[in-house]
T-cell receptor, first 114, second 111 residues
Framework: DGGITQSPKYLFRKEGQNVTLSCEQN?????MYWYRQDPGQGLRLIYY???????QKGDIAEGYSVSREKKESFPLTVTSAQKNPTAFYLC?????????????FGQGTRLTVV | GQQVMQIPQYQHVQEGEDFTTYCNSS?????IQWYKQRPGGHPVFLIQ?????EVKKQKRLTFQFGEAKKNSSLHITATQTTDVGTYFC???????????FGAGTILRVKS
């Protein structure tokens, strides 16, 4: 059963702690993306990766870090430097990073800082 | 920077009424995609428009791409309660591989 899986679905973090969100895909897609969703602001791009061992900053990369050591995995770390980390985080993948490719989204992780 | 502006932010309609959401870019897009996110769910791809002036239909949904490839619209005819959700446009430009989303339009349908 192919798809893109995010875990956990809900995550609570104490202020000042780093936390890593998991994103795994078995679609054999080259490109992967992390978005943050806040009410009324749509989806904002945090980081994206076009191929293994390569990634680029999106529009709101500050306070976040990623790695792409394997094609199927693109974990996102929310560091303590992120001032307002409470949000809904969505991971997506596409067959390649070129122009005419649709994005497939995971179910999302809702992160709450307590 | 590369941005896509989407309006309106919210739309409440009576079941059976039509609905339209609009997207605009200040620079020429290579393509534009449309996604739907149901409440509590994740965005799901609806369609992609690539050609200038392109019009595509999916049942009651009509998608248009402007002649200048800077704007696009999604029109739903005779809305149903199953249409509720947030509709996003997402643009790509010729140079670069980012998929940039608009802020989305939240559609509520009153029965």
């Amino acid at each position: 059963d192919g798809g893109i899986t995010q875990s956990p679905k809900y995550l609570f973090r104490k202020e000042g702690q780093n936390v890593t969100l998991s994103c795994e895909q078995n679609l054999n897609h080259d490109a992967m993306y992390w978005y943050r969703q806040d009410p009324g602001q749509g989806l904002r791009l945090i980081y994206y990766s076009q191929i293994v061992n390569d990634f680029q900053k999106g529009d709101i990369a500050e306070g976040y870090s990623v790695s792409r050591e394997k094609k199927e995995s693109f974990p996102l770390t929310v560091t303590s430097a992120q001032k307002n980390p409470t949000a809904f985080y969505l991971c997506a993948s596409s067959i390649r990073a070129g122009l005419n490719t649709e994005a497939f989204f995971g179910q999302g992780t809702r992160l709450t800082v307590v | 920077g590369q941005q896509v502006m989407q309006i309106p932010q919210y739309q409440h309609v009576q079941e059976g009424e039509d609905f339209t959401t609009y997207c605009n870019s200040s620079t020429t897009l290579s393509n534009i995609q449309w996604y739907k996110q149901r409440p509590g769910g994740h965005p799901v791809f609806l369609i992609q428009l690539v050609k200038s002036g392109e019009v595509k239909k999916q049942k009651r949904l009509t998608f248009q791409f402007g002649e200048a490839k800077k704007n696009s619209s999604l029109h739903i005819t005779a809305t149903q309660t199953t249409d509720v959700g947030t509709y996003f446009c997402a643009g790509k430009w010729e140079y670069g591989n980012k998929l940039v989303f608009g802020a989305g339009t939240i559609l509520r349908v009153k029965s």
